[in-house]
């Protein structure tokens, strides 16, 4: 689905109903990053989480201190909702400079409500229908001039609520929780935006208004829980057992250390805010050494600097999490828009042969699978474990049915029982698991834990013999886990054509490109991948049958032609069907944008000449 189905505007017929009932709708909010459009983009998005809408967000906002043009986006309605949406059916305007950019995202059609203090339109563009109200002097008349435009956010919240019928004892709520920590005159101003906006007879300039399909929750179906990608992460960081933590600031990444640092005192652990990305990651594997899985995380920059210390857990074997919410780079790049291109930094960036496990969120709720995910990998195997995030996901905000803890929550302790007399810390035989200070050794003799190449106690050791058998143990580990996990769910077609192949947030913009592309007869599969190193078994087999192979993901084409999980995918299957539809524009893909690439590339060689049934 490439838009939503929300009917055009003004298209009603003389005697029908004032309401019209609509599936789902994509509202655009435009302005700049202190009107606080992202606060009331929020409230409509936590409002259809506690109605059992679906809903999903995208939002941009400027990368500068001093703040600039920003765009909050919710998709909302009934049903499953898998991407933001392509075109607004609601765009709001708060300024001249948001309608000039952000009209073009206007479907034909739409409804354009602008500011008419600040906007004036082309009077000449009949493709939409346009309404001005005058957002700013109302709102300073409705809570008084002292406060000059501030609120104008929450009275354009009270008007969408008049447009849509929305739950207004909800969203009340939902204001008073957000502002309720603060003096009382602010909540009293809020309420009274609000409630200027919802007087509006927004029927009578539209000809109508809408409300959403009722979505009643099945019998024995849990709650919606409502959050962005990086409290899901946090919380499910939390479930995994981690209690311990060191990190440093940096976008898009801080929230979840801030997160961590209030709410692992409640479960009696600690997160401590280092100097430095190095001495974050020693801080965090010091925590894992003593027995407590650990956390630690940043953005790409970041994780650059952490590279020489994740060598030594891949050599010490040692479990730890480590989180990259991705951005734009290279270098400081683009802090606040979205990427995918620290793939190959993940799996190859230490020096040496440091094999570790990489794995990728697909939405905000695998968010918090993931985590747990991470930590059953990191204990299981003793090794690091790197969560690839991006911005997307870190921002957005879906709703999705509230996990059950009590079956998921892993025990936090540390394993200090006694080691047999024949325990070694770094067998050859067998997996390593390792044995924190404090646990009883039954020979009487202790283990080391080092950096340097070891034996299996080990003490150092510059064997050539002993460094191939460590060597070939640490990527044999790996390669047994890659045998454990399951093979990938192919949705659609299990043979045709095209079969779109992604990783990461990329995950329901291509969905939808196939259903759409299935719905016009074609014989197209999807693959996504949430364990990415190391790759999942039967994927060379589901390849081969398919004509084309498409690899969607955000990151650039390289000096090849091919993103950098397609150039793995390649050098792994030699497989020349499997070709690239990247990006690098700092934007979520577009439903639009992978149909058109995937019809470009089925018109371009790159078969693997397979015939199909």
């Not at 990608?229 to 939390?238: D, I, M, R, V």
């Not at 790996?478 to 095209?498: M, N, Q, T, Y």
Request: hydrophobic fraction near 40%; include cysteine.
């Amino acid at each position: 689905m490439v838009g939503s189905n929300f009917p055009t505007a003004g298209a009603v017929t003389p005697g029908a109903s004032l309401v019209q009932t609509v599936p789902d709708a994509v509202i655009r909010l435009a302005g700049n990053s202190q009107d606080g459009i992202q606060t009331i983009g929020g409230f409509l998005a936590r409002l259809a989480g506690r109605s059992d809408q679906d809903v999903m967000t995208y939002m941009t906002i400027p990368s500068t201190i001093s703040g600039g043009p920003s765009i909050f986006q919710v998709r909302m309605g009934t049903g499953e909702i898998l991407s933001a949406g392509d075109h607004a059916d609601f765009l709001v305007a708060f300024y001249q400079h948001s309608y000039v950019a952000h009209i073009h995202s206007l479907r034909p059609g739409g409804v354009l409500v602008y500011d008419s203090d600040h906007v004036k339109p082309d009077p000449e563009d009949k493709r939409f229908t346009a309404v001005g109200i005058a957002i700013t002097s109302l709102t300073v008349e409705a809570v008084g001039g002292a406060t000059k435009d501030k609120g104008k956010n929450i009275f354009v919240l009270g008007l969408l609520a008049r447009a849509f019928n929305l739950d207004v004892g909800k969203l009340r709520a939902l204001v008073t929780e957000r502002f309720g920590g603060r003096a009382e005159d602010i909540v009293r101003n809020a309420m009274l935006a609000f409630d200027a906006g919802y007087a509006m007879p927004v029927e009578n300039l539209l000809g109508h208004c809408y409300r959403f399909d009722q979505n009643p929750r099945a019998a024995g179906q849990r709650s919606q829980v409502t959050m962005d990608g990086n409290t899901a992460l946090t919380y499910g960081l939390l479930a995994a057992g981690v209690r311990h933590g060191s990190g440093y600031p940096i976008t898009p990444w801080s929230s979840i250390m801030e997160m961590l640092r209030t709410e692992l005192p409640k479960y009696g652990g600690v997160f401590v805010q280092a100097e430095d990305e190095l001495s974050a990651v020693s801080q965090a594997l010091g925590f894992s050494y003593s027995g407590h899985l650990a956390v630690t995380g940043s953005s790409g920059p970041g994780l650059s600097l952490k590279m020489e210390a994740l060598g030594w857990a891949v050599m010490a074997e040692m479990p730890l999490i480590v989180v990259n919410v991705q951005r734009g780079g290279p270098s400081t790049g683009l802090p606040t828009n979205v990427e995918q291109s620290d793939l190959l930094q993940a799996i190859y960036g230490s020096h040496g042969d440091a094999p570790r496990v990489v794995l990728a969120p697909r939405d905000v709720e695998d968010c918090f699978y993931i985590a747990i995910e991470a930590g059953r990998i990191a204990r299981e195997y003793s090794t690091p474990v790197l969560i690839l995030s991006d911005f997307g996901l870190a921002t957005r905000i879906e709703a999705f049915e509230e996990p059950d803890l009590k079956k998921l929550m892993a025990d936090p302790k540390p394993d200090l029982s006694g080691r047999g007399a024949d325990y070694k810390p770094y067998p050859l035989e067998r997996t390593t698991h390792h044995a924190p200070p404090g646990s009883r050794m039954d020979s009487g003799i202790y283990p080391v834990v080092t950096g340097l190449e070891h034996d299996e106690m080990g003490h150092p050791t510059g064997s050539p013999e002993l460094h191939t058998k460590m060597t070939a143990k640490r990527r044999e580990k790996i390669k047994r886990l890659a045998a454990s996990l399951p093979v990938p769910e192919v949705f659609g077609e299990a043979k045709g054509d095209v079969l779109v192949v992604g990783w990461g947030s990329t995950f329901g913009p291509i969905r939808d490109a196939v259903k759409t592309l299935r719905a016009a007869g074609e014989k197209i599969g999807q693959v996504h991948l949430r364990h990415v190193h190391p790759l999942p078994p039967g994927l060379e087999e589901i390849f081969l049958n398919y004509r084309h192979i498409c690899v969607v993901e955000m990151n650039d084409e390289g000096l090849y032609g091919h993103g950098q999980l397609a150039t793995l995918l390649r050098a792994r299957y030699a497989n020349p069907a499997i070709r690239s539809i990247a990006k690098t524009d700092g934007l979520t893909f577009k439903v639009r944008e992978i149909v058109e690439g995937i019809k470009r590339l089925q018109t371009t060689t790159g078969s693997n000449g397979k015939s199909h049934a």
